[in-house]
C-alpha cells in the first residue's frame, strides 16, 4: 500500500481537495491547479463558493484573471457539499485557529474539519494539516479523530503537517518557490507527503516529525514578534532619551553582520504574528512552563497604540486642541502596506481609542472600502485631499501604502503624527527634540 502510494503520488493523475479557501487555501488551490492536478476546494460560504466560480475573487493575493484561468482549463471547482471529500486522494486542512477571548488557542476549524474527513477517510488517503496551531495539535487532536474509522496511519492513510507560508502582498515568495517544511505522524506519511507536494512546489523541507513541523512556524511568527516588541521598546527607551528612533535604527542598520533590522511601528498585526506567540506560550503553561520572553513581548505591542493615541493628545495640545473634540484623519488602516487585510491592525486599536475618547474619525485607506469597528461604530473610506487633510485637527500615518503622496500630505496637514517614518526621508522633516513621531505640530 506505502510503496504503491508513493509511486501513485509521484506520477499518476490523482484529485486534491482543500478545506477553507481563504488567503492560504485559495491560492494553495491554483497552484496545486497549474500543475496540472484537479483540486476540489470546500468552503462553508455560499456566497464564496458562488463567487470562485463565477470567477471573483475574494482575496487581494488571487486575481479575477488568475482564477478565471483555472477555472478555464476545469482544473478547479469549489463546492460546499463537504461529502464530496470522498472524491479526494490527498486532502490539505487550510482553516482558521483565531485565539479566543482569553487568547488561548481556538482549535474548533480544526476539530470541525477532523470530523467530516473521518466520516469519509478511505484506504490510500494523505491528510494535510496547513493551519498554524501549538506543537502537538496534529497528533493530539486530529489524529484521534480519524483513527475512530479503525484505519491505521502510516498503513491505510497518511498524516502530516506542513505549516502555511503565505505572504500577503508578496509578489516574489509565493507558494511555488517558497520552501516547504513537512513532516508527518510516522516517517511511511512524510514519503507520501513529498510524493504529494513535490508535484507543486519547487523545494521541500522534510523534518522529523509532526511537532517538529508546528514548531517551526511558531518559531518564524514568534522570532518576528519577539524583534518587532524589541524595536518598539527601544523605541519607548528613545523617546524619554529624546533621541530619534528612526536615526538610530538606520545607523544601526549599516552594520553588515550580527545585526537584523526591525522597524518600529504602531504595534504588530495581521494573520500570524499577533497570534501565533500566544499558542506557543499556551502550550507551555499546559506543560508548566512559561515562556516569558513570548509572554513579554505581547505586552510590549499591546502598549504601542496607546502610545500612538498619547502622541497625537501631545500633537494637539502644542495647538491648544483637545484630543476630546479634535477631528482626526487616519492615513492607511491595513495591518501592513499595500494589502488590504485589517485582521488585528493596530490601526483599528488606534481609532476605537481615539472614538471612545471623543474624538471624531475619518479614514483613508486605498485597499479597505469600509470598516466595521464594532456594532455601533462603522466608518467608511473618505477622499484623501489637500482640502480634508488641511481642515483636519491632527492627522495621523497608520499604515505607509507606497501608492501614496507624502510629501503632499506633510504639506496639506496642520499636525502630522508618522507612525511609520513614511515622512522620514523628507529632507529630514522629523524633529529630533524627543517627538520624533511628530512630524509637524
Given at each position: 500500500m506505502i510503496h504503491s502510494s508513493v509511486n501513485h503520488y509521484k506520477k499518476g493523475d490523482f484529485k486534491f481537495g482543500v478545506?477553507?479557501?481563504?488567503?492560504?487555501?485559495?491560492?494553495?488551490?491554483?497552484?496545486?491547479?497549474?500543475?496540472?492536478?484537479?483540486?476540489?476546494?470546500?468552503e462553508i460560504d455560499p456566497d464564496k463558493v458562488a463567487g470562485i466560480n463565477n470567477g471573483r475573487s475574494h482575496i487581494v493575493d488571487v486575481s479575477d484573471q488568475e482564477l478565471?484561468?483555472?477555472l478555464a482549463d476545469w482544473k478547479f471547482q469549489a463546492t460546499g457539499e463537504m461529502h464530496r471529500i470522498s472524491e479526494c486522494d490527498a486532502i490539505s486542512i487550510c482553516v482558521p485557529t483565531p485565539l479566543s477571548k482569553s487568547h488561548e488557542p481556538d482549535i474548533s476549524y480544526i476539530l470541525a474539519a477532523s470530523k467530516v474527513v473521518a466520516q469519509s477517510l478511505r484506504k490510500g488517503q494523505l491528510i494535510v494539516l496547513e493551519s498554524t496551531s501549538y506543537p502537538?495539535?496534529?497528533?493530539?487532536?486530529?489524529?484521534?479523530?480519524?483513527?475512530?474509522?479503525?484505519?491505521?496511519?502510516?498503513?491505510?492513510?497518511?498524516?502530516?503537517?506542513?505549516?502555511?507560508?503565505v505572504d500577503p502582498g508578496n509578489q516574489t515568495w509565493q507558494i511555488k518557490n517558497t520552501p516547504k517544511v513537512l513532516g508527518g505522524i510516522t516517517q511511511e506519511c512524510l514519503r507520501v507527503g513529498c510524493a504529494v507536494y513535490q508535484r507543486f512546489v519547487d523545494e521541500l523541507v522534510p523534518v522529523s516529525s509532526t511537532e517538529s513541523a508546528e514548531l517551526?512556524?511558531?518559531?518564524?511568527?514568534?522570532?518576528?514578534?519577539?524583534?518587532?516588541?524589541?524595536?518598539?521598546?527601544?523605541?519607548?527607551?528613545?523617546?524619554?532619551?529624546?533621541?530619534?528612533?528612526?536615526e538610530v535604527v538606520e545607523a544601526a542598520g549599516t552594520k553588515p553582520f550580527g545585526f537584523m533590522k526591525f522597524d518600529p511601528g504602531p504595534g504588530f498585526g495581521g494573520h500570524c504574528i499577533p497570534v501565533d506567540p500566544?499558542?506557543?506560550?499556551?502550550?507551555?503553561?499546559?506543560?508548566?512552563?512559561?515562556?516569558?520572553?513570548?509572554?513579554?513581548?505581547?505586552?510590549?505591542?499591546a502598549e504601542m497604540p496607546k502610545f500612538i493615541v498619547?502622541?497625537?493628545?501631545?500633537?494637539?495640545?502644542?495647538?491648544?486642541?483637545?484630543?476630546?473634540?479634535?477631528?482626526?484623519?487616519?492615513?492607511?488602516?491595513?495591518?501592513?502596506?499595500?494589502?488590504?487585510?485589517?485582521?488585528?491592525?493596530?490601526?483599528?486599536?488606534?481609532?476605537?481609542?481615539?472614538?471612545?475618547?471623543?474624538?471624531?474619525?475619518?479614514?483613508?485607506?486605498?485597499?479597505?472600502?469600509?470598516?466595521?469597528?464594532?456594532?455601533?461604530?462603522?466608518?467608511?473610506?473618505?477622499?484623501?485631499?489637500?482640502?480634508?487633510?488641511?481642515?483636519?485637527?491632527a492627522v495621523v500615518i497608520m499604515t505607509d501604502h507606497s501608492s501614496l503622496d507624502y510629501s503632499s500630505i506633510l504639506h496639506s496637514s496642520q499636525i502630522l503624527v508618522d507612525a511609520r517614518n513614511a515622512t522620514g526621508s523628507l529632507s529630514r522633516k522629523t524633529k529630533f527634540s524627543g517627538e520624533s513621531w511628530i512630524v509637524k505640530s
Open positions: 478545506i477553507g479557501l481563504g488567503y492560504v487555501g485559495l491560492p494553495l488551490s491554483l497552484q496545486i491547479a497549474r500543475s496540472g492536478l484537479e483540486v476540489l476546494g470546500f478565471g484561468e483555472v502537538g495539535t496534529t497528533r493530539e487532536a486530529l489524529l484521534p479523530a480519524l483513527q475512530e474509522t479503525n484505519l491505521e496511519v502510516g498503513k491505510d492513510f497518511f498524516l502530516c503537517f506542513s505549516p502555511e507560508r517551526v512556524k511558531i518559531l518564524e511568527n514568534t522570532f518576528r514578534a519577539v524583534n518587532i516588541a524589541m524595536v518598539n521598546e527601544v523605541a519607548l527607551i528613545a523617546d524619554r532619551l529624546e533621541v530619534d528612533i528612526w500566544h499558542y506557543l506560550a499556551w502550550k507551555m503553561r499546559d506543560l508548566d512552563y512559561r515562556a516569558r520572553f513570548v509572554e513579554l513581548a505581547s505586552e510590549v505591542n498619547e502622541k497625537i493628545r501631545t500633537a494637539l495640545a502644542s495647538q491648544d486642541k483637545q484630543l476630546e473634540r479634535a477631528s482626526i484623519f487616519i492615513i492607511g488602516v491595513s495591518y501592513k502596506k499595500d494589502v488590504g487585510d485589517v485582521r488585528e491592525s493596530p490601526a483599528l486599536q488606534v481609532i476605537q481609542e481615539l472614538v471612545s475618547l471623543g474624538a471624531k474619525i475619518e479614514y483613508y485607506d486605498p485597499h479597505v472600502s469600509g470598516l466595521e469597528l464594532s456594532e455601533d461604530v462603522s466608518l467608511s473610506c473618505a477622499s484623501l485631499t489637500k482640502e480634508v487633510l488641511g481642515q483636519s485637527d
